[in-house]
């Protein structure tokens, strides 16, 4: 049995069942399905390698967030998707693994200005048409630091006119552009109302309340279920999610029970600081954590 099947079947509580048993265990978890486990082929230094998804597979992930390529100066993403074939790959292999690609993300706008950056809508709009080619529904968007809203309010009205112009491109390609922002949940609230699409919603990212001093729960609250298409689900990197002391996870999924949120959980960080390139140890350990968690 491979590493991943184990996890999964420890994670759903059925370790002590026979092997012959957890593929009826197995099949009954992906049919109720409410949450997934995910992690990004660019924080297990994979970003654009097809070898991210066999990776992604041992560390006993449910799926994958493939990052589009860097930005810097080009014209749009170095995105090595754009190609057929490697398209045909990707696909290919993550059906061959049982894996999903949950999601596209776009990282260049963490170091880019989205608000002024020449030529923002055509880049999104490639990552739009990416998405059509490999049916992925959800796209990562982080405003990033030049973005910032708290620290720079009078890019508001740039961002929201181009937010609602890529609303408008992500309606026409039924996909879901998910928006990472350093507002609060009030913040979100209004500025989503403010661009007024349904396509574009939060890609909530737990350490962002977290290392601000609000309630993480709280937070999930007042965005409600509906206006969060994605979780970034880890903090800041020190230690792994399951010795965090300021992140109650148990908690986090009742709240999000209650709210009845389902979806993908995509673990970013939460990286053990004395050994930070440990991808296997590092995202095992938090996959494993938060499996047993979300799908015991």
Not at 64 to 85: C, H, I, Q, S
Not at 242 to 269: A, P, Y
Request: glycine content about 10%; overall charge positive.
């Amino acid at each position: 049995m491979k590493r991943r099947d184990f996890l999964n079947a420890c994670a759903a509580g059925m370790a002590a069942l026979p092997c012959t048993s957890w593929a009826g265990g197995m099949a009954a978890l992906a049919k109720k399905g409410r949450y997934k486990i995910a992690v990004i082929d660019l924080m297990i230094l994979k970003r654009q390698k097809l070898s991210a998804l066999p990776l992604a597979d041992e560390i006993g992930a449910d799926g994958l967030e493939v990052d589009m390529g860097g930005l810097g100066d080009r014209p749009t993403f170095d995105n090595k998707l754009a190609d057929a074939a490697v398209r045909q790959q990707y696909l290919v292999k993550a059906k061959e693994l049982n894996l999903e690609i949950c999601s596209l993300a776009m990282t260049g706008f963490y170091a880019q200005s989205f608000a002024k950056r020449d030529g923002a809508e055509k880049m999104v709009g490639d990552c739009i048409e990416t998405m059509q080619k490999m049916g992925i529904k959800t796209a990562f968007l982080p405003l990033g630091i030049q973005g910032d809203l708290v620290k720079n309010p009078e890019l508001r009205p740039a961002i929201v006119d181009r937010l609602k112009t890529v609303g408008q491109m992500a309606e026409k390609a039924g996909v879901v552009i998910g928006i990472e922002t350093a507002l609060d949940a009030k913040g979100e609230v209004e500025l989503l109302k403010e661009i007024g699409s349904k396509n574009i919603q939060i890609y909530f990212n737990f350490s962002n309340p977290l290392k601000e001093g609000r309630d993480l729960c709280e937070e999930l609250r007042i965005l409600g279920k509906n206006r969060i298409c994605q979780i970034h689900c880890t903090d800041e990197d020190g230690v792994w999610l399951q010795n965090n002391t300021r992140l109650d996870m148990k908690k986090v999924k009742s709240t999000l029970d209650k709210m009845g949120w389902k979806g993908w959980l995509v673990i970013e960080r939460s990286r053990d600081a004395a050994k930070p390139r440990d991808v296997k140890g590092n995202f095992g350990a938090n996959t494993a954590f938060m499996k047993t968690v979300f799908q015991s």
